[in-house]
Protein backbone atom coordinates (compact mmCIF):
# COMPACT_ATOMS: atom_id res chain seq x y z
CA UNK A 1 0.00 0.00 0.00
CA UNK A 2 1.19 4.03 -1.00
CA UNK A 3 1.45 6.10 2.22
CA UNK A 4 3.83 8.67 0.86
CA UNK A 5 1.26 10.58 0.06
CA UNK A 6 0.04 10.65 3.32
CA UNK A 7 3.64 11.39 5.17
CA UNK A 8 3.61 14.23 2.58
CA UNK A 9 0.70 15.79 3.61
CA UNK A 10 2.07 15.22 7.22
CA UNK A 11 5.60 17.00 6.62
CA UNK A 12 3.55 19.79 5.00
CA UNK A 13 1.52 20.56 8.19
CA UNK A 14 2.68 23.54 9.81
CA UNK A 15 5.46 22.24 12.86
CA UNK A 16 3.03 24.12 15.43
CA UNK A 17 -0.08 22.25 14.47
CA UNK A 18 1.93 18.72 14.46
CA UNK A 19 3.27 19.62 18.32
CA UNK A 20 -0.70 20.18 18.84
CA UNK A 21 -2.03 17.34 17.56
CA UNK A 22 0.80 14.93 18.79
CA UNK A 23 -0.77 16.00 22.31
CA UNK A 24 -3.95 14.93 23.02
CA UNK A 25 -4.37 15.28 26.54
CA UNK A 26 -3.49 19.40 25.81
CA UNK A 27 -6.14 19.38 23.08
CA UNK A 28 -8.60 17.91 25.66
CA UNK A 29 -7.78 20.20 27.95
CA UNK A 30 -7.92 23.37 25.28
CA UNK A 31 -11.41 22.23 24.26
CA UNK A 32 -13.01 21.60 27.41
CA UNK A 33 -11.74 25.29 28.55
CA UNK A 34 -13.33 26.57 25.17
CA UNK A 35 -16.37 24.62 26.11
CA UNK A 36 -16.06 26.28 29.78
CA UNK A 37 -16.07 29.84 28.06
CA UNK A 38 -18.55 29.28 25.71
CA UNK A 39 -21.24 27.65 27.80
CA UNK A 40 -22.39 30.57 29.80
CA UNK A 41 -22.75 33.00 26.36
CA UNK A 42 -25.14 29.54 25.51
CA UNK A 43 -27.40 29.57 28.95
CA UNK A 44 -27.96 33.36 28.31
CA UNK A 45 -30.00 32.58 25.37
CA UNK A 46 -31.91 29.77 27.70
CA UNK A 47 -32.62 32.01 30.29
CA UNK A 48 -34.90 34.19 27.50
CA UNK A 49 -36.99 31.06 28.91
CA UNK A 50 -39.38 32.84 31.82
CA UNK A 51 -40.19 29.21 33.13
CA UNK A 52 -36.21 28.71 33.34
CA UNK A 53 -35.02 29.71 36.66
CA UNK A 54 -31.35 30.02 37.20
CA UNK A 55 -29.05 29.67 39.66
CA UNK A 56 -25.87 31.25 40.85
CA UNK A 57 -22.01 29.82 42.21
CA UNK A 58 -22.37 30.26 44.96
CA UNK A 59 -25.90 28.72 45.07
CA UNK A 60 -24.17 25.40 43.54
CA UNK A 61 -21.47 26.22 45.58
CA UNK A 62 -23.54 25.88 48.63
CA UNK A 63 -25.19 22.87 47.07
CA UNK A 64 -21.69 20.87 47.39
CA UNK A 65 -20.63 21.77 50.47
CA UNK A 66 -24.05 20.20 50.94
CA UNK A 67 -24.91 23.54 52.80
CA UNK A 68 -28.20 23.83 51.36
CA UNK A 69 -29.83 27.26 50.75
CA UNK A 70 -33.53 29.19 50.91
CA UNK A 71 -34.62 30.81 47.39
CA UNK A 72 -37.79 30.90 46.25
CA UNK A 73 -38.46 32.00 42.68
CA UNK A 74 -41.16 34.60 42.24
CA UNK A 75 -42.02 36.75 38.62
CA UNK A 76 -41.44 40.36 38.72
CA UNK A 77 -44.72 41.04 39.31
CA UNK A 78 -44.50 39.47 42.56
CA UNK A 79 -42.33 41.51 44.04
CA UNK A 80 -43.05 45.03 45.73
CA UNK A 81 -42.06 48.14 42.86
CA UNK A 82 -40.70 49.80 45.50
CA UNK A 83 -37.83 47.04 46.09
CA UNK A 84 -36.78 47.51 42.62
CA UNK A 85 -36.69 51.12 42.67
CA UNK A 86 -34.55 50.77 45.89
CA UNK A 87 -31.98 48.23 44.35
CA UNK A 88 -31.90 50.26 41.31
CA UNK A 89 -31.54 53.72 43.27
CA UNK A 90 -28.74 52.09 45.52
CA UNK A 91 -26.93 49.77 43.02
CA UNK A 92 -27.38 51.12 39.18
CA UNK A 93 -29.44 54.59 38.81
CA UNK A 94 -28.21 54.00 34.94
CA UNK A 95 -30.05 51.19 34.74
CA UNK A 96 -32.18 51.87 32.23
CA UNK A 97 -29.92 54.14 30.06
CA UNK A 98 -26.96 51.69 29.48
CA UNK A 99 -25.91 48.74 27.26
CA UNK A 100 -24.86 46.65 30.54
CA UNK A 101 -21.66 48.43 31.61
CA UNK A 102 -21.25 52.28 32.98
CA UNK A 103 -18.36 53.01 30.37
CA UNK A 104 -17.85 56.22 32.02
CA UNK A 105 -17.93 55.02 35.32
CA UNK A 106 -15.67 52.35 34.33
CA UNK A 107 -13.20 54.49 33.10
CA UNK A 108 -13.34 56.79 36.14
CA UNK A 109 -13.28 53.55 38.08
CA UNK A 110 -9.83 52.56 35.71
CA UNK A 111 -7.99 56.16 36.34
CA UNK A 112 -8.74 55.56 40.21
CA UNK A 113 -6.91 52.37 40.65
CA UNK A 114 -3.86 53.33 38.41
CA UNK A 115 -3.69 56.48 40.91
CA UNK A 116 -3.84 54.28 43.68
CA UNK A 117 -6.75 55.51 44.95
CA UNK A 118 -9.35 53.83 46.74
CA UNK A 119 -12.14 52.75 44.56
CA UNK A 120 -16.05 52.04 44.22
CA UNK A 121 -17.33 48.81 42.92
CA UNK A 122 -18.42 50.58 39.66
CA UNK A 123 -20.43 47.19 39.17
CA UNK A 124 -23.75 47.54 37.16
CA UNK A 125 -26.79 45.09 37.33
CA UNK A 126 -25.89 43.51 34.30
CA UNK A 127 -22.41 43.03 35.71
CA UNK A 128 -23.40 41.88 39.02
CA UNK A 129 -25.81 39.27 37.58
CA UNK A 130 -23.13 37.69 34.65
CA UNK A 131 -20.40 37.47 37.91
CA UNK A 132 -23.47 35.67 40.06
CA UNK A 133 -24.47 33.49 37.28
CA UNK A 134 -21.19 32.18 35.85
CA UNK A 135 -18.18 33.58 37.58
CA UNK A 136 -16.61 33.61 41.16
CA UNK A 137 -16.25 36.32 43.74
CA UNK A 138 -13.03 37.76 44.65
CA UNK A 139 -11.75 40.40 42.87
CA UNK A 140 -9.14 40.56 39.89
CA UNK A 141 -8.97 41.82 36.61
CA UNK A 142 -9.43 38.56 34.45
CA UNK A 143 -12.72 38.26 36.29
CA UNK A 144 -13.58 41.58 35.33
CA UNK A 145 -12.42 40.96 32.00
CA UNK A 146 -14.67 37.86 31.62
CA UNK A 147 -17.25 39.63 33.05
CA UNK A 148 -17.65 42.91 30.89
CA UNK A 149 -18.37 40.97 27.60
CA UNK A 150 -20.86 38.61 30.05
CA UNK A 151 -22.83 41.87 31.18
CA UNK A 152 -23.03 43.73 27.54
CA UNK A 153 -24.12 40.06 25.80
CA UNK A 154 -26.73 39.44 28.93
CA UNK A 155 -28.44 43.22 28.55
CA UNK A 156 -28.44 42.61 24.66
CA UNK A 157 -30.06 39.27 24.71
CA UNK A 158 -32.73 40.11 28.04
CA UNK A 159 -35.04 42.16 28.29
CA UNK A 160 -34.36 44.76 31.22
CA UNK A 161 -37.23 43.67 32.89
CA UNK A 162 -36.21 39.67 32.81
CA UNK A 163 -32.48 40.60 34.19
CA UNK A 164 -34.18 42.35 36.64
CA UNK A 165 -36.37 39.10 37.65
CA UNK A 166 -33.34 37.64 37.68
CA UNK A 167 -30.88 39.40 39.22
CA UNK A 168 -33.42 40.05 42.25
CA UNK A 169 -33.95 35.94 42.36
CA UNK A 170 -30.42 35.28 42.64
CA UNK A 171 -28.68 37.63 44.69
CA UNK A 172 -27.57 37.54 48.25
CA UNK A 173 -29.08 38.61 51.08
CA UNK A 174 -27.56 36.72 53.81
CA UNK A 175 -26.08 32.96 54.49
CA UNK A 176 -27.60 31.00 52.81
CA UNK A 177 -30.71 33.31 51.92
CA UNK A 178 -31.14 34.05 48.21
CA UNK A 179 -33.43 36.09 46.00
CA UNK A 180 -35.74 38.57 47.25
CA UNK A 181 -38.39 36.36 48.56
CA UNK A 182 -36.66 34.05 50.93
CA UNK A 183 -35.11 37.04 51.93
CA UNK A 184 -38.48 38.71 52.93
CA UNK A 185 -39.60 36.44 54.40
CA UNK A 186 -36.20 35.76 56.50
CA UNK A 187 -35.63 39.47 57.49
CA UNK A 188 -38.91 40.72 57.78
CA UNK A 189 -41.49 37.92 58.03
CA UNK A 190 -43.49 39.28 54.89
CA UNK A 191 -43.45 38.19 51.08
CA UNK A 192 -41.53 40.15 48.71
CA UNK A 193 -44.80 41.60 47.51
CA UNK A 194 -45.41 43.22 50.62
CA UNK A 195 -41.97 44.80 51.63
CA UNK A 196 -42.74 48.55 52.26
CA UNK A 197 -40.56 51.40 51.29
CA UNK A 198 -38.15 51.23 54.50
CA UNK A 199 -37.91 47.47 54.47
CA UNK A 200 -37.16 47.81 50.74
CA UNK A 201 -34.48 50.66 51.28
CA UNK A 202 -32.94 48.00 54.33
CA UNK A 203 -32.51 45.09 51.66
CA UNK A 204 -31.08 47.34 48.93
CA UNK A 205 -28.46 48.79 51.07
CA UNK A 206 -27.66 45.24 52.00
CA UNK A 207 -26.47 43.95 49.03
CA UNK A 208 -23.31 45.16 48.82
CA UNK A 209 -22.06 42.95 51.97
CA UNK A 210 -25.05 41.07 53.09
CA UNK A 211 -23.19 38.76 55.53
CA UNK A 212 -22.54 41.70 57.53
CA UNK A 213 -25.00 43.99 56.58
CA UNK A 214 -27.86 42.53 58.40
CA UNK A 215 -31.47 44.24 56.89
CA UNK A 216 -33.35 43.26 59.23
CA UNK A 217 -30.85 44.07 62.35
CA UNK A 218 -30.08 47.54 61.11
CA UNK A 219 -26.91 49.40 62.63
CA UNK A 220 -27.01 52.89 62.69
CA UNK A 221 -24.29 53.50 59.38
CA UNK A 222 -27.05 51.11 57.87
CA UNK A 223 -30.26 53.13 58.70
CA UNK A 224 -28.83 56.00 57.35
CA UNK A 225 -28.03 54.41 53.87
CA UNK A 226 -31.23 53.39 53.82
CA UNK A 227 -32.44 56.90 54.50
CA UNK A 228 -30.68 58.31 51.16
CA UNK A 229 -31.69 55.22 49.37
CA UNK A 230 -35.10 55.76 50.25
CA UNK A 231 -35.52 59.49 49.60
CA UNK A 232 -33.62 58.63 45.82
CA UNK A 233 -36.27 55.36 45.57
CA UNK A 234 -39.13 58.43 46.24
CA UNK A 235 -37.84 59.86 43.34
CA UNK A 236 -36.77 57.77 40.68
CA UNK A 237 -39.33 58.50 37.68
CA UNK A 238 -37.89 58.54 34.55
CA UNK A 239 -34.98 55.68 35.66
CA UNK A 240 -37.14 52.82 36.06
CA UNK A 241 -39.10 53.35 33.06
CA UNK A 242 -37.70 50.37 31.47
CA UNK A 243 -39.09 48.23 33.66
CA UNK A 244 -42.53 50.16 34.83
CA UNK A 245 -43.78 52.33 31.91
Same mark, same amino acid.
Not at 75 to 103: A, K, N, R, T
Not at 108 to 130: C, F, H, N, W, Y
Given at each position: ????? %??????????????? /????????? *???????????? &??????????????? $????????????????????? /???? *????????? %???????????????????????????? $????? $????? !??????????????????????? *?? !??? &???????? %??????????????????????????????????????????????????????????????? &?? %????????????????
Amino acid at each position: MDIAP %EREDIADMPARRRWF /ENRPVLKRI *VLALLAVLILPY &VLIFLYLLPFIHPVS $TLMLRDLVLLRGYDRRWVSLD /EISP *VLVQSVMMS %EDGQYCFHGGVDWAEMRMLVEDTLKGQA $TRGGS $TIPMQ !TAKNLFLWNSRSFVRKALELPLA *VT !TDF &VLSKRRLM %EIYLNIAEWGPGVYGIEAAAHHHFKVPASKLTRRQASLLAVSLPNPIDRNAGKPGRGLRRLAG &VI %ERRAQGSGDYIKCIYE
